[in-house]
């Protein structure tokens, strides 16, 4: 049987296999994209129904294409992002091939490249691109036994409320996704409660400016001024109705009733752990930190953007914050559902190489692997706080596309 021999392989045709496919195009790199289901399938089928993207459609796309039926400002509809990476894809022409899994990645022996073993077959390859992203695996702690007389559910499985078991819900978790989905469970008339560790809120706007044009503004996706941050921290932005603030106040005001970090469970008690109202007091801080850095910026380059001191207000301390829950029985409650909003893990087991460090992470610098030939693409803080980001991909992409192109002079270099 004849093997297919070819330069690059990129696993995963999402945001970063596309922005990879470009720019390997554009260099004259011949490459193909493999994706064991459809073009963008995370942001069709493992999202709940009413997603939108985190920024608005201004700053969430490539520079090659915009949206031409989404106002700038708008957050667009989980849908409608799936279909602009496939539309990207069409108008590059790029050599995606959809419904093809990678089962394995390893180098040959004794000679350059890689033996890439697809469920169509094999494929010889010269480097391989791993463009799979951070959100393969869904993570949650495993407090409560799969027995348990509660249903447990993780946000990727998540769709809408009238998929969940009626009677209140625990959500665990207060990242973009959590808030979200405890916002909407609450709107939908459930009781929720949901658990609020350690996160970084910062606004959604402020004088005029989303907060994906403060990031730029200040140099926060770049990290030009590096400041002291905690791994794995919740992320608390997101697009939901327009793109508001998360206000875990304002939550709590509306009757959602905040809980601490979640730490135990055992005969049906769920626990959470004090620190509540500091949690929410750092989120808080975090959020005045860019309204301060904002009007500095403002009041430096002379910008016309009219004051928000309204920003500057926060809602009184509800009973949850200076009373704070730390146990519930869960069926006293009424809460028939836990759902984890905790986040994922990425699965490398397909890339059989030199590549990891110990405790299974990626070794890597910018997506430039310690496997010669082996790249990753789409991680978070891959570079920056941009890189897991649609605009931050793009300029990576960028940048392993060009590594690639240098090494290939290296390999075909030969003295005269």
Known sequence: MSVEKINTVVVGA????????????????????????????????????????????????????????????????????ARYFEDYAAMLKAPVRTGVEVFQVARHAGRPGFKVETSEGVIEAVNVVAATGPFQIPCFPALVPADAPIAQLHSSAYKNPGQLADGAVLVVGAGASGSQIAEELRQAGRKVYLSVGEH???????????????????????????KPKKKHVAFAVSGYEGGRTVDFRRLAHAGIELVGLTQSYENGVMRFAEGLAQNVA??????????????AYIAENGLPFPPEPEAWELLPDPACLTEPILSLDLQKAGINTVLWATGFQFDYSWLKVKAFHENGEPYHKR?????????????????????????????????????????????????S
Request: hydrophobic share 40%; glycine share 10%; proline share 4%.
């Open 367 to 415: 997506g430039i692997s310690a496997e010669s030939g082996i790249y990753f693409l789409g991680l978070p803080n891959l570079v920056n706080r941009a890189s897991s980001f649609i605009y931050g991909v793009w300029h990576d992409a960028k940048y392993i596309a060009d590594h690639i192109v240098l090494q290939e002079g290296y390999m075909s270099f030969e003295n």
């Open 282 to 295: 750092d989120g808080d801080q975090a959020y005045f930190d860019v309204l301060r850095d904002a009007d």
């Open 14 to 81: 999402g945001q970063a296999g596309i922005a990879m496919s470009e720019h390997l195009a554009a260099m004259g790199v011949q490459h193909v994209v493999l994706e064991r289901k459809r073009i963008a399938e995370r942001w069709r089928s493992e999202r709940w129904d009413s997603l939108v993207a985190n920024g608005p459609a201004w700053h969430d796309r490539f520079p090659g294409l915009k949206f031409d039926d989404v106002s700038p400002g708008t957050f667009p509809a989980k849908e409608r992002m």
């Open 200 to 226: 970084y809120r910062p606004p959604r706007s402020y004088r005029g400016r989303d907060y994906c044009w403060w990031l730029g503004a200040l140099g926060l996706w770049d990290e030009v001024r590096i």
